[in-house]
């Protein structure tokens, strides 16, 4: 069964701070995706990666930055949490559509609040 | 841009209610059609995914789902819901550029709540 695990259930920052959110799965997806999750406006992808090192911008990249240094592990950053960024992460990765229909697969999220 | 949008924010049923959730998208060409669920405090699943060919969909659970291709809808409906029905809906939509990755783009979500 596929795991994708994110590091924190629950985190609270302070307002300036870089943070850190982390992402692993344990099925060498290619893709890997970031999504934050806010009532009323449904799930809206932040990053998305398609290969180590590699990484494009969703729909609302701004305030973030992502990194993946290695195919297992998928991390966004913050650069300097603002208030406005207090919301659900949510990872999730698939394999290459290339091979045909791929799900994908999420994490449980992080609810992250900033101060 | 491509946006799907769900008209239903909230639904209350009770439980052997009939339920159907609106999903309409944007985009002219070919797309694949999903839903998925998430249960409270559980990560989002799967229901149900349309790509091609019968445009009646059966998933999970007992839910289906109808492409009306004219209408740029694709609807969710199950003939009578569970208590343990409740749950976030989300439709999701994919333009089939025959990429190997491609975007979902989510509706805003109906949250269900069954009452026993």
């Known amino acids: 069964d596929v795991k994708v695990t994110q590091s924190s259930r629950y985190l609270v920052k302070r307002t300036g701070e870089k943070v850190f959110l982390e992402c692993v799965q344990d099925m060498d997806h290619e893709n890997m995706f970031w999504y934050r999750q806010d009532p009323g406006l449904g799930l809206r992808l932040i990053y998305f990666s398609y290969d180590v090192k590699m990484k494009e911008k969703g729909d609302i990249p701004e305030g973030y930055s992502v990194s993946r240094e290695k195919k297992e592990r998928f991390s966004l950053i913050l650069e300097s949490a603002s208030t406005n960024q207090t919301s659900m992460y949510l990872c999730?990765?698939?394999?290459?559509w290339g091979q045909g229909y791929q799900p994908q697969h999420f994490g449980d999220g992080t609810r992250l609040s900033i101060l | 841009a491509q946006s799907v949008s769900q008209h239903n924010h909230h639904v209350i049923l009770s439980e052997a209610a009939s339920l159907e959730l609106g999903c309409n998208y944007s985009y002219g060409g070919t797309v694949n059609l999903f839903w998925y669920v998430q249960y409270p405090g559980q990560h989002l699943q799967l229901l149900l995914k349309?790509?091609?060919?019968?445009?009646l969909v059966k998933g999970i659970k007992g839910f289906e789902a109808e492409f009306i291709k004219s209408k740029f809808s694709f609807n969710l409906r199950k003939p009578s819901v569970q208590w343990s029905d409740t749950a976030e809906y989300f439709c999701a939509v994919t333009p089939n550029y025959g990429g190997a990755t491609n975007k979902l783009i989510f509706g805003t979500g109906t949250l269900l709540a069954v009452q026993p």
């Open positions: 999730a990765s698939s394999l290459l």
């Open positions: 349309y790509f091609s060919g019968d445009p």
